[in-house]
């Protein structure tokens, strides 16, 4: 167990400009929102909050945390916005500018029936009833980078709660300077009508994963196409995922008019060539005058979200926190693990021993490195300090 006595210097500097978030100046919510997230990047177990005070100093106790999480003096929303944002105009641009902007939703299982915001349900008529939580993540990619810049909350009681909290996200992203084109994918949960709109009213790009029953505007469905399409009308492809490596798929495109969607290049992928139609998955874009192997190497892209999800999860325990009775006190329990990696973004994402491959728990290595060290000279430092002053007192 570590025992840390002093927040690191690099890890206070690089914090220090979101000070102002905590309005709280008696509380000290900032150096207690410092020491939560270096204990969040250390520890490996559970994330238990009264597992995470063994990384605290002693003074600050299990009734400090849960202070912080109930007091409403700062907004975790606007932390997490602030954050991703200055992270965002930190790093170093792609030479192309184009950003890539993916959304998925996650499910955090729970065992205790006194969560605000959980409700029961399962994947799909074949597997098991499971309580929990849902959460809807956005990340921006480029290049080897995957940063999350929103995380919210899904209130069950709200119908299409998860196309409302996407659709929010994209109205209040702040995006770089650098960014010439905005390509958005999600996958068929998030392709509502209001949310393909609002993409086409900002200018933007977007390939989406849709559901066969989908019309065209003569009133024939996309699901007929995709039942009777001869297989002879396939033909193989190959696509290029964002690390580099190749991926074959037998692929059909059309230029169509979709119903309250317009003009889009319609594209039917399927692994294997005597895949039958079920098998077949439908993928629409805005763009014009592309091919399918464009189309299908840009949805590729989306990837990256379940990546983020996967080690927000894994290495800094999204939604283990114990907090319950208040909606509120949940979202800024995960918007916490948000906050932990955007720092350690900031602090080593421009190195150049981390950028291939990207993972998360290579930062969180160096991170435990530079802490140790900064322990062993602090230490250094004290004693030759105490040794200068027993000598002039001798």
Request: glycine share 6%.
């Amino acid at each position: 167990m570590w025992s840390l006595t002093c927040v690191p210097t690099n890890v206070y500097n690089a914090l220090y400009k979101f000070k102002p978030v905590f309005r709280c100046v008696q509380a000290r919510h900032f150096s207690v929102f410092c020491w939560l997230l270096i204990a969040l990047i250390l520890h490996n177990g559970k994330g238990k909050l009264k597992e995470l005070c063994g990384y605290l100093p002693p003074k600050l106790k299990y009734w400090t945390l849960m202070r912080l999480f109930r007091s409403g003096q700062w907004d975790a929303d606007v932390l997490a916005e602030e954050m991703s944002g200055d992270v965002l105009n930190w790093l170093p641009a792609p030479a192309d500018g184009v950003i890539h902007l993916s959304a998925d939703k996650t499910r955090k299982d729970k065992r205790g029936r006194k969560h605000p915001l959980g409700l029961v349900t399962r994947e799909s008529k074949h597997s098991p009833y499971h309580f929990g939580f849902e959460m809807v993540l956005l990340i921006a990619s480029w290049d080897h980078f995957r940063i999350p810049i929103r995380l919210a909350v899904m209130d069950p009681k709200i119908k299409g709660h998860q196309n409302i909290l996407f659709r929010q996200m994209l109205e209040t992203v702040h995006l770089p300077s650098w960014v010439r084109q905005v390509i958005v994918s999600g996958d068929a949960g998030f392709a509502a009508n209001p949310t393909l709109k609002l993409i086409d009213k900002k200018g933007w790009t977007y390939v989406f994963a849709m559901a066969r029953n989908r019309k065209f505007t003569n009133g024939q469905y996309v699901s007929d196409l995709m039942r009777y399409l001869p297989k002879s009308s396939y033909r193989r492809r190959a696509i290029r995922k964002p690390d580099g490596r190749r991926c074959d798929y037998w692929v059909f495109e059309k230029r169509a008019t979709l119903h309250n969607l317009g003009d889009v290049t319609m594209v039917l992928s399927k692994k294997r060539r005597h895949a039958g139609p079920n098998q077949v998955r439908l993928f629409v874009t805005n763009l014009q005058d592309v091919n399918a192997s464009t189309v299908l190497s840009l949805y590729a892209w989306r990837w990256g979200v379940e990546v983020t999800i996967k080690e927000l999860k894994g290495g800094l325990h999204l939604g283990q926190m114990q907090v319950t009775r208040d909606a509120d006190r949940v979202a800024r329990s995960v918007a916490l693990s948000v906050c932990a990696y955007l720092l350690l973004v900031r602090l080593y994402g421009r190195d150049e021993e981390v950028r291939q491959p990207w993972s998360l728990f290579r930062l969180k290595q160096r991170f435990q490195a530079d802490l140790m060290r900064h322990e062993i000279d602090r230490t250094e430092r004290k004693w030759k300090r105490k040794l200068t002053q027993y000598e002039v007192a001798a």
